[in-house]
């Protein structure tokens, strides 16, 4: 009995007949499920079940060892950089190329003479994308107030009689203002080196860098 009912699952396997008596044997299709269910098993296995002593001292996490595997390799994307907070009071230090920024600007030689003697100090007031940005001397101040990415008409008439289209924005950790108008390349970039703030000012060719220490 034994040996006739061998020698017919053989010839069932070997003729792939389609199944007839279910009671009796297992279709082709059921034993590929088990053989599937079987290797997901072994190789999606807990991992600590690879660790069966309880006395090791560093077990591996219980998780899938299938799990791990997609894991590790998944794409690890660079932290983003949150811009530096400009707030502060700070002093002027030193400045350069002055007069030829301002000869850029077609500002007249008895005001580049006055411009010349100031040392402006920078009040910056940075409350997420709303700043407030002051200049401030003993000649005249100029406020600037702004949100960052979105493009407003600067009114520039204290300073050289004009108005432009402005829009500052982030580029890293440097504050980027373009100023679209008559005088081509103008805008300014504030950064922070230390308890240093750093001011380069554009126009045409000329570009002229301030420095200002933050006291408070």
């Excluded at 190789?43 to 590790?72: D, E, F, M």
């Excluded at 301002?102 to 010349?116: D, G, S």
């Excluded at 003697?117 to 910056?124: N, T």
């Amino acid at each position: 009995m034994r040996g006739g009912r061998k020698s017919g699952r053989n010839s069932y396997c070997n003729r792939a007949q389609p199944f007839k008596n279910p009671g009796k044997h297992r279709p082709l299709h059921s034993l590929c499920v088990c053989v599937c269910v079987c290797v997901c098993v072994c190789v999606c296995r807990p991992a600590w079940s690879l660790s069966a002593s309880p006395a090791r001292q560093h077990p591996l996490p219980a998780y899938p060892a299938c799990y791990i595997l997609l894991k590790s390799q998944a794409p690890s994307w660079p932290a983003q950089t949150m811009p530096p907070n400009l707030t502060g009071y700070y002093c002027f230090v030193s400045q350069k190329n002055m007069e030829d920024y301002l000869q850029a600007l077609n500002i007249n030689m008895a005001l580049r003479k006055i411009v010349l003697l100031l040392k402006p100090d920078k009040e910056i007031d940075h409350q997420g994308n709303h700043m407030i940005v002051k200049t401030l001397s003993t000649f005249r101040n100029y406020i600037l107030e702004f949100e960052v990415g979105v493009e407003f008409e600067e009114d520039l008439r204290i300073v050289d009689g004009r108005k432009c289209q402005t829009i500052v924005t982030w580029e890293e950790e440097q504050l980027v203002c373009v100023q679209k108008g008559e005088v081509p390349n103008r805008g300014w970039r504030h950064w922070l080196e230390g308890e240093k703030l750093y001011l380069e000012l554009t126009a045409k060719d000329a570009v002229c860098e301030q420095v200002f220490r933050k006291v408070k």
